[in-house]
């Protein structure tokens, strides 16, 4: 049986995956961490220090989720990131602290299968097409940017090859800003607006041709419930930092 505790059990993710976690057969809910519900623990560190945990899953917020990670990996504990706002700094800090302390963590900008099978095809389309782009979708109200599923992908395509630039950058005339951030060598560009909840879009382009590669969420969070499950079973055979659900598919 695996024991879990989930930060942020009160959230719009974190709930239908607390439910989830109570319902299956080789899963135990221990813990709930929230600071909006008094009837469980205010900080994931008051929690990891009264239950035995073998798995921390946090779905909190771009402010919390580094300190809940790193509290977690100090005791030993496993580590199921889904909440966005991690850089490519923090996880080099997470992935050496993971192995010094011998635990797995899972980190994925989106536990959606759908969303994994769109990271796989693209890393594939890259290694065939020499120029692409990600747009990158979500409310109106999402502070970080881009999402952690942009990120992930542009960092993911990077291991592939760099994508070529018609006009370089330091060439563009008028606003640079609008060609998009850099990130992990990839212009990604970030659209907030009402009615999304996250998508995200990569454009292949080659002469004469393109193809778009381009994952939409719903507005319920089942979609994430399975791939959160799935990592949840197979942290505790890692050691170190696995970014993307797609990794862990078969």
């Known amino acids: 049986m695996i024991r879990v505790c989930v930060a942020g059990i009160t959230g719009w993710t974190g709930r239908p995956v607390a439910d989830a976690i109570e319902a299956a057969t080789d899963l135990e809910l221990v813990a709930g961490v929230s600071r909006a519900d008094p009837a469980t623990f205010s900080s994931v560190g ?4 009264a239950v035995p945990v073998d798995v921390l899953v946090d ?35 997470i992935d050496a602290l993971a192995r010094e302390q011998h635990v797995g963590v899972v980190a994925a900008g989106n536990f959606s299968l759908t969303a994994a099978l769109l990271v796989r095809f693209a890393v594939q389309a890259a290694r065939h097409l020499d120029s692409w782009e990600v747009i990158d979708y979500a409310s109106a109200a999402k502070p970080d940017a881009p999402s952690g599923t942009s990120r992930e992908l542009a960092e993911r395509l990077e291991d592939v090859h760099a994508p070529a630039l018609g006009v370089p950058l330091e060439e563009v ?39 778009s590669i381009r994952h939409d969420a719903g507005e319920s969070p089942a979609p994430y419930v399975a791939g959160t499950l799935l990592a949840i079973r197979a942290v505790a055979d890692r050691v170190g930092l696995t970014r993307g659900l797609d990794r862990l598919l078969t």
């Open 59 to 93: 779905y909190t917020t771009a402010a919390a989720v580094k300190g809940n990670v790193l509290a977690a990996i100090e005791r030993r504990v496993g580590v199921v990131v889904g909440s966005s706002g991690l850089s490519a700094a923090d996880y080099a800090e």
């Open 173 to 211: 005339q008028g606003a640079r800003e609008a060609r998009g951030a850099v990130v992990a060598g990839t212009q990604v560009h970030s659209v907030r607006l009402p009615s999304f909840v996250v998508s995200t879009e990569v454009v292949f382009a080659a002469e004469s041709e393109r193809l």
């Open 46 to 49: 008051e929690a990891l220090d």
